[in-house]
């Protein structure tokens, strides 16, 4: 059934710091697929035209294959059963139902291997599903398209570090009764303009208009295994990252799980009303690993071939959920490759955030890359640069983050930013840079130079990278928090424990005003914007709505921090000098200020200069104080405007000006100068 999870377990998504492992060899045991005969033909699994219905099955081994025809997509029995003819130079089989397109039918395969007949399966092409995916579709997507389809364009990017991203559940956004929104925890949730927390401040759609966002990266919304579909009452709540079909939308999202159209319009709604209001639209994609194991559809169509193995046969498992899938194969990373770009074509997905994507080999994820850029050059990909276990896999094919200039139009997160800023993600009492900890200035600057070579940075005393890993700034992802681990203010509640939440609200402001002041692309989590918790619960991932939902009231409560956040996104979007697209333009524009970091710990200070990346503004002075007193800087002398100051902030410097000399810069806090 969907709704069991056994395989799911903590490490799913994890964002770790990278695994140290040591390279391995491929599994003998894996040999024995290299001979299989590979398809990539448009038409598997299912086609309707005006000749009728067509099924095509890809399984080079099996000794039969069947199509089972459904009225319905839960109960009762085949009402014509199709014995499917091999094609042994494809390694498919194919049947047909002639002059009819077979629209409102449902469909599973069956194939025989070692002589038995295996489960059903709706294939690992199902793109339309009946509730919980068991049984595929058969549907008329042109009716799947909402008025204006057609012409529906996300925003166009330039350059990877213009874009701003948001990341974001479904059900966290929306189901929190001070949401103000109808469709709660469902797609259509972000097509409702003018929604209102009860102190009247904008929600969903319109609060990420407002907070300037350029990007949702939307947490898993394939049709995953953990949420029994046929009893949303029950309220389950699940992250969403144990696939079971890649290809259809999560019904749980839709308004009818049971309607195979309707979970597919709501997406495309969704996405369209976001497009809308100038938003890009970025999927959370899990293809490093399936829920289930020999019962997968991946097992149940082609066994032993889409996941890694060790000599011995047993399931590698560098993902942590009991399997991997085998991405150097050829089948397999053909079906990665064609389902990003299905994604990209069908539903206009402006982006893929790959998970664990060190599993798949380097490649792979190039040819990710290259092909989705011919569908839309402003496509954005970017994952986890790590796994989470060692795998068959040698290491220097994995797209390992310190592998990433290996590979073209690609991103990866930094754990170096990341952990240096608020504490390492292990320890919940663990303070960084800015909550106070001495000794990561050096980490800090890697985050803030995008991990690029830079003749001021020493590598040797960064805390997870000892080289610089990136050739270009669009190859890095700074963040703070996301989904995974404590969020920011459960890990600030926790290492600043016994001080004042002030303290707290100023450290939130510098952290991430360091992450969008660096140079890369900025990424924060949804609700960290107006001080949201997940009451203390680092693993959430089914973990119910009251420890999940965002309480829209904290906007008020706390909306000098959600201006602040404003602020920061709109500085970042009107100058240019923190978005440089270059190694090169940052060891040249980008110059530290000496400090003795024995004298003065937690003391950052540096200047983007000559009208960087063609700013207007000729200097920018930046200054970051993550001690708990107060310290000073020498400052030219000169005419300054004020951008940030003591937690305030303004993009156009109009909190007054500054003729230099020395400053003092209050604890947990950011100075931000300019000239012009």
């Known amino acids: 059934m969907k709704f069991k999870n056994t395989l799911y377990t903590l490490m799913t998504a994890t964002l770790l710091a990278p695994v140290g492992l040591p390279a391995a060899a491929q599994s003998t045991f894996d040999e024995q697929f290299v001979s299989y005969p590979t398809y990539s033909g448009d038409d598997l699994e299912l086609t309707v035209n005006g000749s009728g219905t067509h099924f095509r099955l890809w399984s080079p081994k099996a000794t039969a294959t069947r199509v089972n025809l459904y009225e319905n997509g839960r109960t009762g029995k085949p009402y014509q059963v199709l014995n499917m003819t091999s094609d042994p130079e494809t390694g498919t089989w194919t049947a047909s139902v002639p002059g009819q397109q077979l629209y409102g039918k449902f469909y599973t395969?069956?194939?025989?291997?070692?002589?038995?007949?295996?489960?059903?399966?709706?294939?690992?092409?199902?793109?339309?599903?009946?509730?919980?995916?068991?049984?595929?579709?058969?549907?008329?997507?042109?009716?799947?398209?909402?008025?204006?389809?057609?012409?529906?364009?996300g925003p166009k990017v330039d350059n990877f570090s213009d874009v701003i991203i948001y990341e974001m559940h479904h059900r966290d956004m929306s189901e929190h009764p001070s949401s103000g929104i109808a469709n709660k925890g469902k797609f259509l949730a972000l097509t409702e303009h003018g929604t209102l927390s009860p102190e009247g401040l904008a929600t969903g759609i319109d609060h990420l208009k407002e907070l300037g966002i350029t990007h949702v990266h939307i947490l898993p919304s394939y049709d995953y295994n953990s949420v029994d579909e046929s009893n949303l009452p029950a309220n389950q709540y699940n992250w969403g990252y144990d696939p079971l079909n890649y290809n259809a939308p999560e019904g749980s999202y839709s308004t009818n799980p049971s309607d195979p159209t309707a979970r597919i319009r709501e997406m495309k709604e969704m996405v369209k009303a976001l497009h809308d209001a100038g938003i890009g639209v970025i999927m959370d994609v899990v293809y490093n690993h399936t829920a289930d194991n020999d019962v997968s559809n991946f097992e149940l169509t082609a066994p032993g071939y889409y996941h890694r193995h060790w000599d011995d046969g047993r399931y590698s498992d560098a993902s942590g959920c009991g399997n991997e899938t085998a991405s150097e194969r050829q089948q397999m990373a053909d079906y990665i490759v064609n389902s990003v770009k299905y994604w990209a074509d069908e539903y206009h997905i402006d982006g893929f955030r790959f998970d664990l994507m060190a599993i798949h080999d380097t490649e792979t994820m190039n040819r990710v890359a290259a092909e989705l850029k011919k569908i839309n050059p402003s496509i954005f990909v970017y994952g986890e640069g790590w796994t989470a276990g060692d795998s068959p896999l040698v290491k220097e094919r994995r797209a390992l983050k310190e592998n990433v200039s290996k590979m073209k139009d690609i991103a990866v997160f930094s754990d170096d930013i990341r952990d240096a800023i608020k504490g390492h993600y292990t320890d919940a009492a663990d303070r960084g840079f800015a909550t106070g900890k001495p000794g990561l200035e050096e980490t800090v600057k890697i985050g803030i130079v995008a991990a690029t070579k830079h003749p001021q940075v020493n590598y040797k005393l960064g805390n997870n990278s000892k080289f610089p890993y990136a050739e270009s700034p669009e190859m890095i992802v700074n963040y703070i928090s996301c989904h995974d681990d404590l969020c920011l203010t459960d890990k600030l509640r926790k290492s600043m424990a016994g001080e004042p939440e002030e303290n707290m609200l100023s450290a939130a402001k510098l952290g991430q005003t360091i992450v969008f002041t660096s140079q890369g692309?900025?990424?924060?989590?949804?609700?960290?914007?107006?001080?949201?918790?997940?009451?203390?619960?680092?693993?959430?991932?089914?973990?119910?709505?009251?420890?999940?939902?965002?309480?829209?009231?904290?906007?008020?409560?706390?909306?000098?921090?959600?201006?602040?956040?404003?602020?920061?996104?709109?500085?970042?979007?009107?100058?240019?000098?923190?978005?440089?697209?270059?190694?090169?333009?940052?060891?040249?524009?980008?110059?530290?200020?000496?400090i003795d970091s024995k004298k003065q710990p937690n003391l950052i200070s540096y200047s983007l200069l000559d009208h960087a990346n063609g700013d207007a503004w000729k200097e920018i002075k930046v200054v970051f104080n993550g001690a708990s007193?107060?310290?000073?800087?020498?400052?030219?002398?000169?005419?300054?405007?004020?951008?940030?100051?003591?937690?305030?902030?303004?993009?156009?410097?109009?909190?007054?000006?500054?003729?230099?000399?020395?400053?003092?810069?209050?604890?947990?806090?950011?100075?931000?100068?300019?000239?012009?």
């Not at 000073?632 to 007054?656: F, M, S």
């Open 109 to 153: 395969f069956q194939i025989q291997q070692g002589g038995r007949w295996l489960d059903e399966t709706p294939g690992v092409w199902a793109k339309a599903v009946g509730v919980n995916g068991a049984r595929a579709a058969i549907i008329d997507f042109a009716k799947t398209n909402p008025a204006g389809w057609d012409a529906d364009r």
């Open 629 to 676: 007193k107060a310290q000073t800087v020498n400052i030219p002398k000169g005419n300054w405007l004020i951008v940030a100051q003591d937690g305030r902030i303004d993009p156009e410097g109009k909190l007054g000006t500054t003729a230099g000399g020395r400053m003092e810069i209050p604890p947990y806090s950011a100075l931000i100068l300019a000239q012009e």
């Open 521 to 594: 692309t900025p990424f924060m989590f949804a609700g960290e914007e107006i001080f949201r918790d997940k009451k203390g619960v680092h693993n959430s991932y089914k973990s119910p709505d009251s420890i999940n939902a965002i309480d829209w009231s904290n906007k008020a409560r706390y909306k000098d921090l959600f201006d602040y956040y404003a602020g920061l996104t709109r500085l970042r979007k009107a100058h240019p000098a923190f978005r440089m697209t270059t190694a090169k333009d940052i060891a040249k524009h980008l110059k530290f200020d000496k």
